[in-house]
Each structure stands twice: as structure tokens, then as C-alpha cells.
């Protein structure tokens, strides 16, 4: 079954404690990204990812990192968690052409103390 | 800058129509698309419509599309409780494949 998973689903921890969210599809989609979904704001990208190891920020970079060693994984690094990063984050994915629709991930929520 | 703007609340009766409304400012855009994300479950896509076009209709949803006005619609026929979720409206661009700004949702809450 065609799916982008992310891992976990939910997960709470304290101010400045690294963390990562994991993000994996088997579409052998060449595009990625990452999302956060916030109430009132609806989604905004984080950073994407057009190939493996080719990334960008999208709109609300700060605060995050990511990696592209390999086509499948796109992982979302918080190297020093804050309060105001607890929020809902998706994955997608797209083979990249204009009319392809992205495939999002279930989300995980992210709460930060 | 691009925007994308929705109503945060729709509420209908079971079996009636409802109407979700959009609208953006940015005119480049080249897809507009409908999400549906349901409690606890990320977003599924309902529907697309091409910037060319000014209607799609699929079974009980029919988007309208008036680019004049920047204006876009997804009408659910025979709303059923099953329709209740978010739903969001994106736009994509030509020149960064796969990247969509969205709006900020509108929760539709059919009421049987």
C-alpha cells in the first residue's frame, strides 16, 4: 500500500532536548516535505526536499533542521526544542509532477514543556 | 505575498448541500485543491482543479473556480455526518513542484 508513515505519532518532552520525527514513503517520490499545522493558520511548510540530498526552506524554517541521505527518508530534527514548537506535523510527498497530488503522513504531535 | 483564506466554521443538516468557500490572492497559481482531514488522521485528498478550468464536478462534490474574483468553492451534495472533518483549500505554482500553501480550514458539522 502506497503510504508516507511517520514516527511517533505522539510525543511530549522538555524545553532544549534534541529530538527527531521520522518520515518515511514508498512511492519513490522524488519531492518531500514538511509541514506544521497550527489552529487558525492551517498548514505551513518547514522545509522540502526536491532529491536526495537537495533541501530548502519553506515559509517557518526556524528552529528545525532536516536530511535527504536517501530517497525514501526525510527526517525533522529539533535540536533544541521550544514551547512554541508544539504543534501537529505532517509529512507529504509528491513524484513531483505539476498535477500530483502530495500524500500526506497520519501527523505527530509534537508538545514541548 | 500568497494567502489563502477560509471561513474556520460551516455547520448543515444531514441530506442538505454545503459550500465551503476560498479565496487567494496570488493569480500565478496552477492547481487549486481540496483536503479533507478527518479527527486524528492526516489530509486526504478530495479534489483538483486546474487554473484553466471553472468547474469540476466528482460524484457529490462540484468545485467552482472564478479566477476572476480569486474565488474558489467545493460544494458537497447530500451532506452525510461522514462529511464532518476539516477542510482545506491549497494552491500550488509552477515554479516549486509540490509545494502548497493552504488556508486555514473550515470545520463543516453536519448535524443529523
Known amino acids: 500500500e502506497a503510504q508516507v508513515t511517520q514516527n511517533p505519532r505522539y510525543l511530549i518532552t522538555v524545553t532544549g532536548k534534541k529530538l527527531t520525527v521520522t518520515c518515511s514513503q514508498n512511492m519513490n517520490h522524488e519531492y518531500m516535505s514538511w509541514y506544521r499545522q497550527d489552529p487558525g493558520l492551517g498548514l505551513r511548510q518547514i522545509y522540502y526536499s526536491m532529491n536526495v540530498e537537495v533541501t530548502d526552506k519553506g515559509d517557518v524554517p526556524e528552529g528545525y533542521k532536516v536530511s535527504r541521505k536517501e530517497k525514501r527518508n526525510f527526517p525533522l530534527i529539533l535540536e533544541s526544542p521550544s514551547p512554541n514548537q508544539t504543534s501537529l506535523y505532517f509529512c507529504a510527498s509528491t513524484g513531483g509532477t505539476i498535477n500530483s497530488p502530495l500524500h500526506f503522513g497520519n501527523g505527530t504531535r509534537l508538545t514541548v514543556t | 505575498g500568497e494567502d489563502v483564506e477560509q471561513s474556520l466554521f460551516l455547520s448543515v443538516r444531514e441530506g442538505d448541500s454545503s459550500v465551503i468557500n476560498c479565496t487567494y490572492t496570488d493569480s500565478s497559481s496552477t492547481y487549486l485543491y481540496w483536503y479533507k482531514q478527518e479527527p486524528g488522521a492526516g489530509l486526504q485528498l478530495l479534489t483538483y482543479?486546474?487554473?484553466?478550468?471553472d468547474m469540476k464536478q466528482d460524484q457529490r462534490l462540484t468545485v467552482l473556480l472564478n479566477k476572476k474574483d480569486k474565488h474558489l468553492s467545493l460544494r458537497i451534495a447530500d451532506t452525510q455526518t461522514g462529511d464532518s472533518a476539516i477542510y482545506f483549500c491549497?494552491?500550488?505554482?509552477?515554479?516549486?513542484?509540490?509545494?502548497?500553501?493552504f488556508g486555514q480550514g473550515t470545520t463543516l458539522q453536519v448535524k443529523p
Open positions: 491549497a494552491e500550488s505554482f509552477s515554479g516549486n513542484t509540490g509545494k502548497l500553501i
Open positions: 482543479i486546474f487554473s484553466n478550468m
